[in-house]
């Protein structure tokens, strides 16, 4: 593999993917046009084939804007992106196409043939990415090790494996599920803050000193959570450790960027929705 390039631009491969898939998909696409009869989705009936494409786009569409929203804001900051979409897969702008919106495409343009698309796109992908890969890992090292470890590259499922990732300098990561947690909860939480400072206290990059250092204390909170794991929710949770007073300023920032939110970070809001669902187990810390 070619050394690690020292510089990464935002789009990566982007570019050069998109010319393969487009160049790949034509002996695909092709017969479509020329012989529409044969390539019609035989024996499932066209109701099922068109609902079928509507949810596979329904999905695809809002995963890709949240990766491309989420990288347009974070490439520039230089940040390892772990949440939101990037925690359903490493490359969820290309995932989404070969997963989601290609399929979702060819049913409901009625051509079985196409389905086999998504295939040379991910081949053309896992050969190209390895690029990208090399710099993130050159990058961000451990923290991108244990990400890659976790997370897998192109299928938005999650590894339900809970084999704790190993460092380079040996040690292990123990609380590998509990850290994605606290970090979900703490980013979550931070984009609620931000989402109510802007609306509230016409801040537009930085937050005003007082959302800052509510910010600051929520994060002290998730940081010495005693849950962990099982972590639910903070404002679900059973162990009441914040101030009354800020917590009262937390739950007025919730009310506000809850509804918000759903339209900023779709994913975040849905992980946000399990989160608060689960049940808490309380246990010593390691
Ligand atoms: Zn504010």
Sequence with gaps: MDAPEN???QTGVGPRWVLVSLLSCIPFMAPRLLWPEAVKIPFVPRAVVVSISVVLLAIGIPLCLAAVMRLARGFPRGELFTSGAYALCRHPIYGSWIVFIVPGL???ADNWVGLL???PMYVALRLMVRTEEAWLESTFGDAYRDYR???RPVLPIPRFRRT?????DGTCSMAVTSERRARREMETVGAMIAIYCRGNHGAEREL???CLALRKYTQQRVEH???LTDKPTCVNCPVHCYKPAMREQVRTAMRYSG???VWRHPVLSLFHLFDGRRKARIRPRP
């Design 164 to 168: 704790p990732s190993r460092m380079t």
């Design 117 to 119: 698309a998504p295939i």
């Design 208 to 210: 005003c000193a007082d």
């Design 149 to 151: 470890a976790r997370v």
């Design 7 to 9: 510089t990464m631009t």
């Design 225 to 227: 959570c005693p849950l």
């Design 259 to 261: 509804p918000r939110m």
């Design 106 to 108: 060819v049913l409901f």
